[in-house]
């Protein structure tokens, strides 16, 4: 028997009528399962390909948060120290530090949804130039204070000071103060899948030690990025004092195995007037002073150990005349501290 088009056309539109009306019923089932379960959302945000650090709100930024539709609602400020927005009207306190403006945005949603008929919340960073600036200090030509605005490493930031200091001793430090930086980290578990990003914190304090040998032989872990708030220090050697009958007497200073023969050399070699191969080695030990006898020639002979010295040992090589131009004594206040908020501050864009 033969279906006369007329009814063709009625089951066809009758199944897709069932199919539209199926369709909206599973959309309305997911909005209940948003409602019902806000913090399945909220947890869960959509993965990224990437999430730069401009996109995470940072200590410093001033943020606007806007329900749209009103003004009672609205509001504008900062994070507190320990990442919250608070002062939001009729609502708790929300974590914001590393947070997202949109995942922001849906959790301050979901909380006036409480008394509130779908509310509509839009977030965002209105300014990001409060961030914590990051510190380079020590034995660098121009120390300075950097505000950055895109990725840098430790290399590019020592050669926009002017490079190392003759003084350096090879060392530097690197403090990462906690609540000031969003870590990124790329996660995947198939290399031939898209890398997504994890937003940690970082919630300890680091430090951060590398030698400079490693930083220029290409080391990898030798230069790490910069990021917002960190203090690095290149150290600087400490003196050794060498007075006497030498030629050229004053500071030198320390680096590993400096012996007193080594350092008289360093200081020009004995004098042609001076009439004694005798040296005191004056040596700080707590409130006391310790002082070692030693002979130049004996140790040249090998018949004296050729002792290794200290930071702020005094060598004195003794002369003709008893009396010194000076006392042998250092001034060990010489290192003054540096005011940080007084260094140039110089943006990184």
Same mark, same amino acid.
Request: proline share 4%; aromatic share 6%.
């Given at each position: 028997m033969l279906v006369s088009s007329t009814k063709i056309r009625f089951i066809y539109i009758f199944c897709l009528t069932l199919l539209l009306h199926s369709v909206s019923v599973y959309a309305q089932i997911e909005n209940l399962n948003f409602e019902s379960n806000p913090e399945k959302n909220i947890n869960t945000e959509e993965k990224p390909k990437y999430i730069g650090s401009d996109d995470l709100i940072h200590s410093g930024d001033l943020i606007d948060v806007d329900i749209l539709g009103s003004t009672e609602y609205d509001w504008r400020g900062k994070v507190t120290p320990e990442g919250f927005i608070t002062g939001l009207n009729f609502i708790d306190n929300v974590f914001a530090l590393c947070r997202t403006e949109k995942l922001i945005a849906k959790e301050i949603a979901n909380k006036y949804s409480k008394f509130l008929r779908k509310p509509r919340v839009a977030v965002k960073i209105l300014d990001r130039s409060n961030r914590p600036v990051s510190t380079l200090l020590g034995e660098v030509k121009v120390p300075q204070r950097f505000q950055l605005k895109r990725k840098i490493?430790?290399?590019?930031?020592?050669?926009?000071?002017?490079?190392?200091?003759? =003084?350096?001793?090879?060392?530097? %430090?690197?403090? %990462?103060?906690?609540?000031?930086?969003? %870590?990124?980290?790329?996660?995947?578990? $198939? =290399?031939? +899948?898209? #890398?997504?990003? +994890?937003?940690?914190? $970082?919630? !300890?304090?680091?430090?951060? !030690?590398? +030698?400079? #040998? $490693?930083?220029? #032989?290409?080391?990898?872990?030798?230069?790490?990025?910069?990021?917002?708030? $960190?203090?690095?220090?290149?150290?600087?050697?400490?003196?050794?004092?060498?007075?006497?009958?030498?030629?050229?007497?004053? +500071?030198?200073?320390?680096r590993d195995n400096l012996s007193v023969s080594r350092a008289i050399t360093t200081a020009g070699g004995l004098t042609k007037k001076s009439g004694s191969n005798e040296i005191r080695v004056f040596r700080k030990n707590g409130l006391e002073t310790q002082i070692i006898e030693l002979n130049l020639e004996s140790i040249k002979n090998n018949e004296e150990k050729d002792i290794l010295l200290k930071p702020y040992d005094i060598v004195d090589v003794a002369g003709k005349e008893s009396d010194r131009m000076f006392s042998p004594l250092a001034n060990l206040d010489e290192i003054t501290k540096e005011n940080n908020s007084t260094l140039p501050l110089r943006v990184i864009d």
């Open positions: 490493f430790l290399n590019e930031i020592i050669i926009l000071s002017g490079g190392l200091t003759e =003084k350096a001793n090879g060392e530097i %430090r690197i403090l %990462r103060t906690p609540n000031i930086n969003c %870590r990124i980290q790329k996660t995947t578990n $198939d =290399k031939n +899948k898209e #890398s997504f990003v +994890k937003v940690s914190q $970082d919630n !300890n304090l680091k430090v951060i !030690n590398i +030698k400079v #040998s $490693d930083l220029l #032989s290409g080391k990898k872990a030798a230069n790490p990025e910069i990021i917002y708030g $960190d203090l690095i220090t290149v150290f600087g050697s400490e003196p050794v004092y060498v007075i006497g009958g030498v030629n050229n007497p004053g +500071k030198i200073l320390f």
